[in-house]
């Protein structure tokens, strides 16, 4: 038998035998997969030694509604004039935890500072907080906020 011949033949057979569709072994089980904690969103971690904190609850928010916290400077007429700190949260039905981190460098002297909310559903406004003034600088925990109707 010639050599070629010989190689060919040796193919074709390792291929038949690759080709099988029974397995050889049986099948791995597969092992289930680990439970990985997942860190809540109402647990930011530890507050950096340069960060102060703004945190307190909110009440009357819906399930499923999206809220919006936003730390601002405001001129004398109202009128948001700089942002230093914002917060999205989504409503569970039961008074929803908030912790809004600010730095205190960016944090004007002699300008009036508000913690400002809204909360929204399907992108339509449906409840807003009445602006509450921030005077200092430092980590407070606010008392509950309760959301209002929109008008």
């Known amino acids: 038998m010639h050599p070629r011949a010989l190689i060919v033949l040796c193919c074709a057979a390792l291929l038949a035998a690759c080709g099988s569709d029974r397995p050889k072994t049986p099948p791995a089980v597969a092992a289930p997969p680990e439970k990985v904690a997942v860190k809540k969103v109402d647990e930011p971690g530890p507050l950096l030694a340069w960060q102060r904190e703004l945190n307190g609850s909110l009440e009357n928010i819906p399930p499923g ?12 007429k109202g009128r948001p004039q700089r942002l230093l700190a914002n917060s999205n949260l989504t409503g569970t039905g039961q008074p929803l935890a908030y912790h809004l981190r600010f730095n205190p460098d960016a944090f004007p002297a ?12 399907s992108g339509q406004l449906i409840l807003h907080m009445q602006s509450q003034r921030i005077a200092q600088a430092q980590t407070q925990t606010l008392a509950p906020v309760r959301f209002d109707k929109a008008p």
Do not use: K
């Open 110 to 121: 002699n300008a009036r500072v508000e913690l400002r909310g809204r909360a929204s559903q």
């Open 65 to 76: 509604a999206d809220v919006e916290l936003a730390l601002l400077v405001v001129d004398d």
